[in-house]
């Protein structure tokens, strides 16, 4: 468990099952929002034969290791997650399974569960969007790997990569 962070469940208030009513942050930290994520494959493809939720649920969650790694952090900094299913009944079960192989349980983040009648991308099953929290000043150790991957990935897929420029001046700053 990270210092910064503080996970409670009241015991006057409700059971949680896998996640925290409440998780605290304490200063100096940094905020990372990461976008919901779908069961997709770099190119594409959603994980599995259509219609397979655990491989969806599988691949969002790879994807969002691989979104928090970009910035040097892992399941351990998050602190919330918001979770879409298209027909949570038949796949919250199968959503805990998946979920408890990335969530450490004595610490989960709080969390957050919807059923929708539908996601962006015809034949998604599964969404999970997550915030994390990380000490300020903690090291994006995996950045240039992440950035190397993207272009490998983008090149491969046929998509171009553009480059950020770091030119000196380029807002108005000193030369």
């Known amino acids: 468990m990270h210092s910064h962070l503080s996970f409670h469940t009241p015991a006057t208030m409700g059971p949680a099952r896998g996640y925290s ?46 979104a928090l790694a970009e910035v040097g952090a892992d399941f351990g900094h998050v602190v919330k997650v918001t979770s879409y299913f298209i027909n949570i009944a038949r ?49 994006r150790a995996n950045t240039a790997k992440a950035r190397v991957t993207r272009k490998t990935l983008a090149r491969k897929s046929g998509n171009p990569v553009r480059a950020k420029s770091k030119a000196k001046g380029a807002r108005g700053g000193k030369r």
């Open 21 to 66: 009513h409440v998780v605290e942050t304490k200063a100096p930290s940094r905020t990372v929002y990461v976008a919901g994520q779908l069961g997709m494959h770099a190119d594409g493809r959603f994980a599995g034969e259509p219609g397979d939720f655990r491989a969806q649920a599988l691949q969002a969650f790879e994807n969002l290791k691989i």
């Open 91 to 139: 796949d919250l079960p199968t959503y805990f399974e998946v979920r408890d192989r990335y969530v450490n349980r004595a610490a989960a983040p709080a969390s957050t569960a919807v059923e929708i009648t539908r996601l962006a991308r015809e034949g998604a099953l599964y969404e999970i969007e997550a915030i994390a929290v990380l000490q300020a000043g903690r090291a």
